[in-house]
């Protein structure tokens, strides 16, 4: 849906990105991580030509970005950055509406849309959509510019460090909503973070960035097993790496069909790190294991976590 | 009775007070040459007056010591206002009173306890509406009863004994065209500052180079003072005009009109440049990544979100650039511009106080109304979906 190809960006001839190639597949969500003059905010907005690139090709669902014009390009592209930039002389409903009403949808279709977007979010139509952006929460702003970003139903949301100014409170909330609304929609996400367990907890793939260059691009436990070097080492930060891998990893692909076990059961699609909190929680080394029907369908044991 | 609840209001009245005890409160003179005898208000009102006076004087300062949740703001601004027409009427009456029909030449003018009995009330009015957290359109509403109750009592005719209104009734046809001629320099000095100036304000936002230079220049340009403006521009005029018989054909004079709106619009420059760009520099550059990232046009971007955005801050700019170009066009009669500042020039050349205040009060008021439309344009334009 969204490949980049040897694309590079030159400022006052250093090379803030330096022949960046990644691919990012249909309903796939790919998280942009590295520190900051890494270089990801850069390479994302070249993709939605915010910044034009030296060299390279961007092909968005196949179509080279150079032949369309910046603004047809971006209408079709969801937006969504760290400080909101909701317009503050709009109501919510008008800020969501931005981009059907630049594509002229007829008003009833755009109202019919404001009102599902809404419900998506889970922010009241009654209450909200009058209201301006002053009057709303920081998470309740974000809210609004993914709604923002989703009106036109674009295929693409690129997002810049989306998250990134919100308390852990509310940023654990707006976790769940991204994993809500990418399950709703199967959008093609790419967003930028500099948070490695916002990435690992979000993305299917990772892209590390640094210096300008992807240094590693894998799935999370292949980030987590395989550190490709001592940067992407440091960024994962080591101290609980063992955590961290059990948090990738599911139930399912560890338990053992048909074992019996005494207790509750714990769902297959829980990651191996809820089953070692649970264990420890009842002191027990085993646990039984209910596939998605709810049905008990075998056990884990302690010494599987650790395989 | 231990705290005073409002001590604005008891600081005015205490103010008001003292004046009528120490000044006159309108000044009787044998002719309008010669300044007169000082006749405190006790002596000039009828007792009924007085006494309506007084009350009106004790209904605001008991209201001074109430607690202040529980002030009745209307109750002040009505009784201000009250007072503000009562002090009128009996300056009125005193006037018809003191006339003289073997002295034409006998002059009754307003004296200083009046006026800052006017002002005081003026300031409690304002005081009690901005209290009351009155809307912008309330607030136009409280200015147009109360001045069209001055001008009632002035049509009525029980104001025309004063000095000031007879100074008015000699010059009545003149008056007019002044006006006219006043509000005409202010207006043409104040579109083309307007239409160069915002342009100019919205290309000092986008360029630092440019911002620097145009700042520099009208810096200059508003530090010298406009009595030496306007003759500074009386020989480049002149040999203008001289050169090219075609600006000679539309006006184009060393003095009259085209000297002064050339330096009235010169004074207009800085504040609606600076305010345009200090408006659009002010837009957060979060909202203007987002517009080009949701993919609005760089006209669209400029036209509904920084135009909308900046718009309260470029208001605030023509809003004092009217006040001040008002004001400014006064000294434009030096140069023959005509304008309000005619009779001003010409008061001060007889030694006429009542002339000069006759060019003086109107221009004032003028200025004080542009600056009450032009807030709650402000208001209104900046009304929706900002913090403040």
Redesign the interface.
């Known amino acids: 849906m969204i490949e980049l190809s040897n694309v590079v960006k030159t400022y006052a001839g250093r090379r803030i990105v330096d022949g960046v190639s990644l691919t990012v597949k249909r309903g796939e969500v790919c998280a942009l991580i590295g520190s900051s003059g890494s270089g990801k905010s850069t390479t994302l907005k070249m993709i ?1 030509r ?1 910044v034009e690139m030296t060299s390279g090709t961007i092909r968005v669902g196949g179509e080279d970005i150079e032949r369309l014009p ?6 079709r592209i969801g ?1 969504v ?1 760290q ?9 919510v409903e008008e800020n969501i509406a ?2 059907p009403r ?1 594509l002229n949808w007829p008003q009833p279709r755009i109202a019919e849309r404001v009102r599902e977007l809404l419900g998506l979010l889970r922010l009241d139509a009654r209450e909200y959509a009058g209201k ?3 009057q709303l929460s920081g998470g309740q702003q974000q809210r609004v ?1 993914v709604a ?1 970003a989703l009106a036109a139903d674009p295929d693409i949301l ?1 997002m810049d460090e989306p998250f990134g100014a919100l308390d852990p409170i509310t940023r654990g909330e707006m976790h769940a909503e991204f994993a809500h609304i990418h399950e709703t929609t199967k959008k093609t996400i790419l967003f930028v973070t500099h948070d490695m367990d916002e990435a690992l907890e979000l993305a299917d793939e990772l892209a590390v960035m640094e210096h300008g260059r992807i240094v590693q691009f894998g799935s999370p436990r292949q980030i987590l097993d395989r550190p490709a070097t001592e940067f992407v080492h440091d960024l994962i930060g080591m101290s609980q790496i063992g955590l961290k891998r059990l948090a990738v990893q599911r139930v399912a692909e560890r338990m053992r069909p048909g074992e019996p076990a005494p207790g509750d059961a714990i769902d297959a699609s829980a990651t191996l790190k809820d089953a070692l909190s649970r264990m420890i929680e009842r002191h027990t080394d085993r646990l039984a294991v209910r596939d998605e029907a709810g049905r008990v369908a075998g056990a884990i044991r302690l010494a599987d976590l650790v395989a | 009775m231990n705290v005073p609840g409002n001590k604005v209001l008891l600081l005015l009245w205490l103010v008001g007070a003292a004046a009528i005890c120490l000044t006159g409160f309108v000044t009787h003179a044998p002719n309008r040459l010669v300044s007169g005898e000082p006749l405190p208000l006790w002596t000039v009102a009828g007792p009924a007056a007085l006494g309506l006076f007084a009350a009106l004087g004790a209904v605001l300062i008991v209201a001074a010591f109430l607690a202040p949740n529980r002030t009745p703001h209307f109750a002040v601004g009505v009784a201000a206002a009250m007072l503000l027409l009562l002090a009128l009427a009996i300056a009125g009456e005193a006037a018809t009173a003191l006339l003289v029909p073997d002295h034409p030449a006998a002059r009754t003018s307003l004296g200083p306890a009046f006026w800052i009995v006017e002002l005081a009330a003026t300031l409690i009015i304002v005081d009690a509406v901005q209290r009351r957290r009155t809307g912008p359109l309330m607030r136009l509403l409280v200015a147009l009863v109360v001045s069209g109750a001055v001008g009632l009592l002035m049509v009525s005719g029980r104001l025309d004994a004063l000095s000031i209104l007879r100074e008015f009734a000699t010059h009545r046809d003149t008056f007019a065209v002044e006006f006219g001629r006043h509000c005409l320099l202010v207006l043409a000095a104040l579109v083309p500052a307007v239409v160069i100036g915002a342009p100019l304000g919205v290309a000092a936002a986008r360029r630092a180079g440019l911002r620097q230079g145009v700042f520099a220049v009208l810096n200059v340009v508003q530090t010298i003072p406009s009595v030496a403006v306007f003759g500074l521009l009386i020989a480049p005029l002149s040999a203008l005009a001289a050169r090219v018989p075609a600006l000679a054909a539309l006006g184009v004079q060393g003095i009259g009109a085209a000297p002064a709106i050339f330096a009235l619009i010169m004074y207009a420059l800085l504040p609606v440049v600076r305010n345009t760009e200090a408006g659009i520099s002010g837009v ?1 550059p ?12 760089p006209r ?1 971007v400029f036209w509904r ?1 920084e135009v ?2 900046a718009m309260p801050v470029v208001l605030a700019g023509v809003r004092v650039v009217l006040v001040q170009t008002i004001g400014l066009a006064a000294v434009a009669a030096l140069i023959g511009a005509g304008g309000l500042g005619a009779f001003i020039f010409q008061g001060l050349g007889q030694y006429a106080v009542d002339l000069i205040l006759l060019g003086a009060v109107p221009t004032i008021l003028l200025a004080l109304a542009a600056d009450l439309v032009m807030r709650t344009a402000i208001d209104l334009a900046g009304g ?4 403040s």
């Not at chain 2, 979060?286 to 046009?297: E, H, L, P, R, S």
């Not at chain 2, 929706?384 to 913090?387: E, F, I, L």
Request: aromatic share 10%.
């Open positions: 939605n915010l910046p603004e047809m390009l971006r209408r937006y950055i400080s909101v930039g909701l317009f503050p002389h709009w109501t931005t981009v630049l301006y952006p002053h510019g923002r690129l | 957060d979060a909202v203007v990544d987002a517009a080009n990232g949701m993919g609005f046009t669209q979100v909308p955005l929706t979906g900002r913090t």
